[in-house]
């Protein structure tokens, strides 16, 4: 899983940010935007519209609560900018789901190209249908927590568990 991109080093450089407000997917992306610390020459609005954009051709919920917002092409070019934004919604919010559930956690990526784009969806998917991680996310671990449950899976999966 995961090639060389280390996730939690992603979230890490991403950070994790609680309660975030919205009542609608738009408005809780607008304020994860706001909120999150930004690559040096990103703009924020160029960022939440490409991630809306993205949203309205299909949502990105996983499921079990979890949607993996993201710009459709890359918007940084350095693989040394990239990250992964935690975000855990103040209140659950409707989002197109299969499984109907509302979404009260964002994974926001930002990735450098398709190949490190489709290696942190992996890497995220398969995180995302492990119930202990399910679990987790619905205690609202602190960063630490969060990073440290990341890294022992991936310290797992690299040991081929």
Same mark, same amino acid.
């Given at each position: 899983?995961?090639?060389?991109? #280390?996730?939690?080093?992603?979230?890490?450089?991403?950070?994790?940010?609680?309660?975030? #407000?919205?009542?609608?997917?738009?408005?809780?992306?607008?304020? /994860?935007?706001?909120?999150?610390?930004?690559?040096?020459?990103?703009?924020?609005?160029?960022?939440?519209?490409?991630?809306?954009?993205?949203?309205?051709?299909?949502?990105?919920?996983?499921?079990?609560?979890?949607?993996?917002?993201?710009?459709?092409?890359?918007?940084?070019?350095?693989?040394?900018?990239?990250?992964?934004?935690?975000?855990?919604?103040?209140?659950?919010?409707?989002?197109? /789901?299969?499984?109907?559930?509302?979404?009260?956690?964002?994974?926001?990526?930002?990735?450098?190209?398709?190949?490190?784009?489709?290696?942190?969806?992996?890497?995220?998917?398969?995180?995302?249908?492990?119930?202990?991680?399910?679990?987790?996310?619905?205690?609202?671990?602190?960063?630490?927590?969060?990073?440290?449950?990341?890294?022992?899976?991936?310290?797992?999966?690299?040991?081929?568990?």
């Amino acid at each position: 899983m995961g090639g060389n991109i #280390s996730l939690a080093e992603l979230v890490g450089r991403g950070g994790v940010y609680f309660n975030i #407000s919205g009542s609608t997917s738009s408005e809780a992306l607008s304020e /994860a935007v706001k909120a999150m610390s930004l690559p040096k020459g990103l703009d924020r609005d160029k960022l939440l519209t490409a991630i809306l954009e993205r949203e309205s051709l299909m949502p990105t919920a996983l499921g079990n609560g979890i949607a993996i917002p993201h710009p459709r092409s890359p918007m940084v070019t350095d693989p040394e900018a990239q990250r992964v934004a935690v975000f855990f919604l103040k209140t659950p919010i409707p989002y197109s /789901a299969l499984d109907r559930k509302p979404v009260s956690t964002f994974f926001l990526i930002l990735s450098s190209d398709a190949k490190s784009h489709l290696s942190i969806l992996a890497s995220l998917s398969y995180l995302c249908q492990k119930t202990e991680f399910i679990s987790l996310l619905g205690s609202r671990p602190s960063t630490e927590e969060l990073m440290d449950h990341i890294a022992k899976a991936e310290a797992s999966w690299a040991a081929g568990e």
